[in-house]
Nanobody, 126 residues
Framework: QVQLVESGGGLVQAGGARRRACAAA????????VGWCRQAPGKEREVVAA????????YSEDSVKGRFTISRASAKNTVYLQMNSLEPEDTALYSC???????????????????WGQGTQVTVSA
């Protein structure tokens, strides 16, 4: 498993923005597809954004499309989740994740993932 270290998040007002960052300790992020997942109280964990191993393809879940953007900064060995126009419905515990298999080209469902960051609560107030 790969160790994932996250930063960013916290309390924000509706309409605001936050950027989450995720670094892979001791590994090169360019070797992995990466995803950002969230889990709200009483709901299952869902994948909200993903980037392919090559970095050429990205995915955004319908409810965040046009507002959340996943990107990779290879020079910094970091993957980002830029969250704009935040809504109270976005309140959740957000975690970055790496697939169970290093060779996975693109992981779009939570069952594909096997390593998780520590997670950070993002709370959006109305």
């Amino acid at each position: 498993q790969v160790q994932l270290v996250e930063s960013g998040g916290g309390l924000v007002q509706a309409g605001g923005a936050r950027r989450r960052a995720c670094a892979a300790a001791g590994r090169t992020w360019s070797s992995y597809a990466v995803g950002w997942c969230r889990q709200a109280p009483g709901k299952e964990r869902e994948v909200v954004a993903a980037i392919s191993r090559s970095g050429c393809s990205t995915y955004s879940e319908d409810s965040v499309k046009g507002r959340f953007t996943i990107s990779r900064a290879s020079a910094k060995n970091t993957v980002y989740l830029q969250m704009n126009s935040l809504e109270p419905e976005d309140t959740a515990l957000y975690s970055c994740a790496a697939p169970r298999r290093t060779a996975t080209a693109f992981a779009l469902i939570r069952e594909d993932y096997g390593s998780w960051g520590q997670g950070t609560q993002v709370t959006v107030s109305a």
